[in-house]
């Protein structure tokens, strides 16, 4: 069964445009904090939340358009969403702990200090 974009309402279009547009944005404030951060530590902290959102967001508005488009409830994007969401933290933390731990070992003078550690 196809269905035409131009079959959707237009107060259905407007939601699921609005959307796809927050979560594009999000996921363009990730990436441009991603780009743009100077330290590798805080730019692992740009993509980690603005990604979940904005996922969220296109997800929401994936669901929205093919549950109409099909007639009945579509949720297929609720487990990429989920998967996102858990691998994304996930992953940017084991990426920080390695690159914390190569930093220490060569005693890089950038690395964060350690919680209750004072500057010598």
């Not at 959707?8 to 441009?32: C, E, K, M, R, S």
């Not at 929205?64 to 994007?77: K, M, P, Q, T």
């Amino acid at each position: 069964m196809t269905y035409s974009a131009a079959d959707t309402p237009v107060w259905l279009a407007l939601f699921i445009a609005f959307f796809i547009l927050v979560g594009a944005g999000l996921a363009l404030i990730g990436a441009i904090g991603f780009a743009r951060l100077p330290t590798f530590y805080e730019r692992i902290h740009a993509p980690t939340l603005s990604t979940s959102w904005g996922t969220g967001g296109i997800m929401t508005a994936s669901i929205l358009f093919f549950s109409v488009a099909g007639g009945r409830l579509i949720v297929h994007e609720v487990l990429i969403g989920v998967f996102i969401t858990v691998t994304t933290p996930v992953t940017l933390m084991l990426l920080a702990r390695a690159a914390l731990y190569r930093d220490r070992f060569e005693k890089n003078p950038d690395v964060p200090l350690r919680s209750g550690q004072v500057e010598p």
